[in-house]
């Protein structure tokens, strides 16, 4: 293999890992010489995206891409954060943004279309990998929200994090401190105040416990923790079980974490959202459980109706 077969057939490898991209730099140490990236450009063999990041000319453009291409952008010291990483982490009721933001080292940095936040605190922790694009470890994607979204997403998250074992109170914490003063770090100390780790075990155990009845009643098994979309993209909900065919939602509802005033209202809101796009949500209680003929017969109608409405099995 001739020296330019192999070059070409690096770059292939590289953009692989890249989700098709790659970057000036890249090429360059690849023995690419620059007037050749050049020409390239010029001639469309390559596509641009941003200063110093290309593709194949037939690269479809998504937003997962756009985000990468703006971290490549930055030779690779950057990292999706803010609500862009909680997006592609699907985190609590996060839905797609439309500016996607990056944070960076302090330093100096190509002009980029996108919220580029500098940072003193960055320390290698900090990174982490949602596929191959590179964002913001978990507890610093959260101490990040507080300054930028309201406080029932931000509770959201924080529940969904823990209830999902991605983290605990005492490493958002350690984080939030270690971060110093950022925007809204105090509703850190607010909010992680309200979420009690008794009752997201015994929401864990509840989830667990509603399975298990279900299975029992004979009734096919649910999905868990699977996102909803509409159509167009945007996220709608995360059900703790569903049989996303038939468009069913299944949520354990504890009363002792689901009794509060904002937290009954993320539920209605939840399920006006899901019945919106046509679906049936059935909140199911430790009450629900000790009755489970009842629980059986809900869930059997729900698949009734919905197998004539949408003409799909489970």
């Known amino acids: 293999m001739d020296l330019r077969r192999r070059v070409q057939h690096a770059i292939r490898a590289l953009a692989l890992t890249q989700d098709g991209l790659f970057t000036r730099a890249q090429l360059i140490a690849l023995g690419v010489p620059e007037a050749t990236i050049d020409t390239r450009l010029r001639l469309l063999i390559y596509k641009f995206w941003l200063p110093g990041v290309y593709s194949d000319p037939g690269l479809p453009e998504t937003w997962d891409r756009r985000v990468l291409a703006a971290v490549l952008a930055t030779d690779g010291k950057g990292m999706a954060s803010r609500t862009s990483a909680a997006y592609l982490m699907r985190l609590g009721d996060i839905s797609q943004p439309e500016r996607i933001d990056i944070t960076v080292p302090r330093g100096r940095y190509p002009e980029l279309p996108v919220g580029v936040h500098t940072s003193m605190t960055i320390t290698p922790d900090d990174y982490s990998r949602v596929g191959c694009i590179p964002v913001a470890c978990i507890e ?24 999902d074992g991605m983290t605990t109170v005492d490493r958002i914490l350690q984080k939030r401190y270690q971060m110093g003063a950022v925007s809204g770090a105090k509703r850190i100390d607010v909010l992680t105040g309200k979420v009690d780790p008794e009752a997201v075990k015994h929401d864990s155990q509840l989830e667990l416990r509603t399975l298990r009845v279900i299975l029992k009643g004979g009734l096919p098994r649910p999905a868990l923790n699977v996102s909803v979309y ?44 899901l019945e919106a796009i046509g679906w049936i949500v059935i909140f199911i209680t430790a009450a629900d459980l000790r009755d489970p003929e009842r629980l059986w017969a809900r869930i059997r109608e729900a698949i009734a109706i919905q197998t004539v409405r949408y003409g799909v099995a489970v």
Not at 238 to 256: C, F, T, V
Not at 260 to 268: C, L
């Open 140 to 163: 610093r994607v959260i101490v990040e929200l507080a300054g930028c979204v309201n406080g029932k997403l931000l509770m959201s998250c924080i529940n969904h994090a823990i209830v």
């Open 230 to 273: 509409t159509e167009d993209g945007r996220f709608v909900a995360r059900p703790d079980m569903s049989y996303p065919r038939l468009r069913i939602a299944l949520e354990s509802q504890s009363k002792k974490h689901h009794s509060t005033a904002w937290q009954m209202e993320a539920d209605e809101e939840r399920r006006a959202k």
